[in-house]
């Protein structure tokens, strides 16, 4: 998520204020900096790179702080000698999943950082990459949620939530990637099978999802896309049928569910 996150932040290097962004990443091992440095290739030097306890020299200075390691490895990647210490009066970005802002400002603590560290929780989502993150946002200080939402705006769309709302939310959006990523797979095989060339037949399932997510992205509801389709024996509304037939809403509804429980137990 890192490598998506520098990649839309290289695109939109300004904020709208005019302040350039400058970008410093640090990753645990040497391979992943030489696999970053490969990755970024010509843009490598827009970016401070280091790794193990280079995170001292890099959050040093800077204003803010993403966190972007496993939930799991937090402990160890705070256990760097004098990196919490670092985070003293700067506001904290975590995007780690199930990790609430205040298991994560008590992490800090106990590992000798700062007592009352700003920690704002951010999920973005792998669009990052081509700056159409749907980044939803959750913390309790007002004015570091706002640096956040003005720093993610970059790299797509902001979504500020209460934090109750962050686990469901971040479920919602792995729902709508797999349905997305499933969706375009099916259409794109069925459509080679009659016929269509797969490279077409790719394109115009990817770009037909797009088409119909924006009728709903401005302003019309599922029932009214429906109805504007729904000419008498045509095609869309037949295809609906058959996606009834098949168990698609139902799998969906339960494939939601179960990711809001499965995240809420996280
Ligand atoms: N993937 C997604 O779509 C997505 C979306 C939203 C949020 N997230 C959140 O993003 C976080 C990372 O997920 P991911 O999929 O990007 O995992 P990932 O590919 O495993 O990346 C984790 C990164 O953390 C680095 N790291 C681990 N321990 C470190 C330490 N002690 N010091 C410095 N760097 C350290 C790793 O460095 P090395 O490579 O050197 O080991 C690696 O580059 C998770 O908390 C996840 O919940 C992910």
Not at 5 to 17: H, T, V
Not at 35 to 60: C, I, K, N, P, Y
Not at 62 to 69: D, E, T, V
Not at 117 to 129: C, D, E, H, L
């Amino acid at each position: 998520m890192g490598t998506a996150l520098l990649d839309g932040f290289l695109r939109k290097p300004n904020l709208p204020r005019g302040a350039a962004l400058q970008l410093a990443a640090c990753v645990r091992s040497k391979g992943s900096v030489e696999r970053l440095q490969q990755h970024l290739g010509d843009r490598a030097d827009r970016v401070e790179l280091g790794h193990g306890d280079d995170a001292v020299r890099l959050t040093e200075r800077a204003h803010m702080i993403l966190l972007g390691c496993r939930p799991q490895d937090l402990g160890s990647m705070l256990s760097t000698a004098n990196l919490p210490q670092t985070f003293a009066g700067k506001t904290v970005v975590s995007m780690l999943a199930g990790l609430s802002c205040q298991q994560i400002s008590g992490e800090i603590a106990s590992k000798g950082g700062p007592d009352d560290a700003t920690v704002v929780r951010v999920m973005p989502s792998i669009g990052a990459m081509y700056n159409s993150s749907v980044s939803l946002i959750a913390g309790p200080n007002s004015d570091a949620q706002e640096v956040a939402e003005e720093i993610f705006a970059q790299v797509g769309t902001t979504l500020p939530v209460s934090e109750d709302l962050l686990n469901k939310g971040t479920a919602v959006g792995a729902v709508g990637h797999a349905l997305a990523l499933h969706a375009v797979d099916a259409m794109t095989d069925a459509s080679v099978a009659e016929g269509v060339p797969r490279d077409i037949a790719a394109s115009l399932a990817q770009q037909y999802l797009r088409s119909a997510s924006s009728c709903m992205e401005n302003g019309l509801t599922p029932e009214q896309l429906k109805a504007a389709l729904s000419t008498p024996k045509g095609i869309t509304l037949n295809a609906a049928v058959q996606l009834e037939k098949g168990g698609a809403r139902i799998a969906i509804i339960d494939a939601t569910r179960g990711a809001i429980q499965y995240a809420e137990s996280m």
